[in-house]
């Protein structure tokens, strides 16, 4: 199901899926989803929630797996990942694609007023705090804290914004 603004500016060379499994996309109002933007519904079966003012830039995949929730005044920069699922591999006895999802890390939160960078990957159970930065081409899990600018793999503590 699919609950989005009137206001809302979505191109139309993204691509929105629909659930299977019951899940949600919210997109809120004042909101741009550029072109080439995708939004799978896939691992798992929570919602992907976009506050007000979130602008998501081309080429930025977004799986549902264990939700995604994107405050207002969220900027997403080109060729982002939000990967909010782990497959299960323990077992050497059969394949990957046999082993289905480990337990949720929590689903990916982003807080109000953050900039995340050009081809950044944000993997499940990472939580961004209000107002935080997050540099081109990180690889962002755990907690990011409230005004923090972060970057790199492995992500570091660069600085805060004043």
Not at 77 to 105: M, W
């Amino acid at each position: 199901m699919h609950l989005i603004s009137d206001s809302a500016a979505i191109s139309p060379l993204c691509d929105l899926e629909t659930s299977v499994r019951g899940s949600k996309l919210v997109i809120g109002d004042h909101c741009m989803i550029d072109a080439f933007v995708k939004i799978k519904f896939a691992g798992g079966s929570g919602d992907v929630r976009l506050g007000q003012h979130v602008y998501i830039n081309s080429g930025t995949v977004i799986y549902s797996g264990n939700g995604v929730r994107m405050d207002d005044n969220v900027l997403v920069a080109a060729n982002c990942t939000f990967a909010p699922v782990n497959h299960a591999y323990p077992d050497r006895n059969k394949l990957i694609r046999e082993q289905g999802f480990l337990p949720s890390k929590g689903g990916i939160i982003i807080e109000e007023d953050v900039w995340i960078g050009a081809n950044c990957v944000i993997l499940d159970g990472t939580h961004i705090g209000k107002g935080a930065v997050v540099g081109a081409n990180s690889l962002v899990r755990g907690k990011l804290e409230a005004y923090g600018v972060y970057a790199g793999n492995p992500l570091q503590l660069k600085g805060s914004r004043s």
